[in-house]
C-alpha cells in the first residue's frame, strides 16, 4: 500500500477543469513544501509537471497547477485536452522514508 | 543536455543479484550538481523510489530496501550503477535512472527510458 493516497481515477470532459488529490500525513505532506507531481502516459517515463508544492518546470503548461492545504496536495488541471489522458503521480518528502509517492491516478478524458 | 539511459539484463533467476548502470551523457557523472537516482515500477503499478548516490560517495537509500541496495558510481564511464540482491519475484519491474537538473534529489526531470527486469527461474 502506498503512503499516499490518490484516487484510482478521475475524468473530465475536454475543456472541463479536474482536480487529483494526493493525501498523507503531517510526517510527509503536511510537513514539508516538498510535494512532486509527474504524468505518466503508457511505456513512456514520468515527466515532471510540478515541484515543491506550486511551481511548473519551464515548458509546462500553465494549465497544469499545485496546491497544498494541510496534508492533502492537489493537481488541477484546467482547460483538459485530449493529450493529458495519462496516469499522474504524487509525491513528497517524509520524515519516514525520504520520498514517498502516491499510487496513481488515471485520468480519463471522455 | 543531460541523457541517462539504462542497461543490464532483462531476466534474473530469484536469489541472484540485479545489477543495472545508467550511462550519463551531456555532463559529468562526477558534477556536484547532480544526484544519481534510481526508481522502479512493477508492471501495471506506481512507482517506488529506491534510492540515490551523489559523486562524493553519499548514498540515501529507501529503509524497505536498503538492506539489500549497493549504489556506485563510475566517474571514467560516466555511469552510476545499482546492485538489488537477493532478488523475488516482487522485484520484477520497469527501473528507472533519474536526476535533477535543479541540484536536488527530491524531484526528478531527467529520466531514463527504463528497463524492464523479469525475476524468474
Known amino acids: 500500500q502506498s503512503a499516499l493516497t490518490q484516487p484510482a481515477s478521475v475524468s473530465g470532459s475536454p475543456g472541463q477543469s479536474i482536480t487529483i488529490s494526493c493525501t498523507g500525513t503531517s510526517s510527509d505532506i503536511g510537513d514539508y513544501k516538498y510535494v512532486t507531481w509527474y504524468q505518466q502516459h503508457p511505456g513512456k517515463a514520468p515527466k515532471l509537471m510540478i515541484y515543491?508544492?506550486?511551481n511548473r518546470p519551464s515548458g509546462v503548461s500553465d494549465r497544469f497547477s499545485g496546491s497544498k492545504s494541510g496534508n492533502t496536495a492537489s493537481l488541477t488541471i484546467s482547460g483538459l485536452q485530449a493529450d493529458d489522458e495519462a496516469d499522474y503521480y504524487c509525491s513528497s518528502f517524509t520524515s519516514a522514508s525520504p520520498l514517498v509517492f502516491g499510487g496513481g491516478t488515471k485520468l480519463t478524458v471522455l | 543536455q543531460v541523457q541517462l539511459q539504462e542497461s543490464g539484463p532483462g531476466l534474473v533467476k530469484p536469489s541472484e543479484t540485479l545489477a543495472l548502470t545508467c550511462t550519463v551523457s551531456g555532463d559529468s557523472v562526477s558534477s556536484g550538481s547532480y544526484y544519481w537516482s534510481w526508481i522502479r515500477q512493477p508492471p501495471g503499478k506506481g512507482l517506488e523510489w529506491i534510492g540515490y548516490i551523489h559523486y562524493s560517495g553519499r548514498t540515501n537509500y529507501n529503509p524497505s530496501l536498503k538492506s539489500r541496495v549497493t549504489m556506485s558510481v563510475d566517474t571514467s564511464k560516466s555511469q552510476f550503477s545499482l546492485k538489488l540482491s537477493s532478488v523475488t519475484v516482487a522485484d520484477t519491474a520497469v527501473y528507472y535512472c533519474?536526476?535533477?537538473?535543479?541540484?536536488?534529489?527530491?524531484?526528478?526531470?531527467?529520466w531514463g527510458r527504463g528497463t524492464l527486469v523479469t525475476v524468474s527461474s
Open positions: 515543491d508544492v506550486s
Open positions: 533519474a536526476s535533477s537538473s535543479r541540484g536536488t534529489w527530491w524531484y526528478f526531470d531527467l
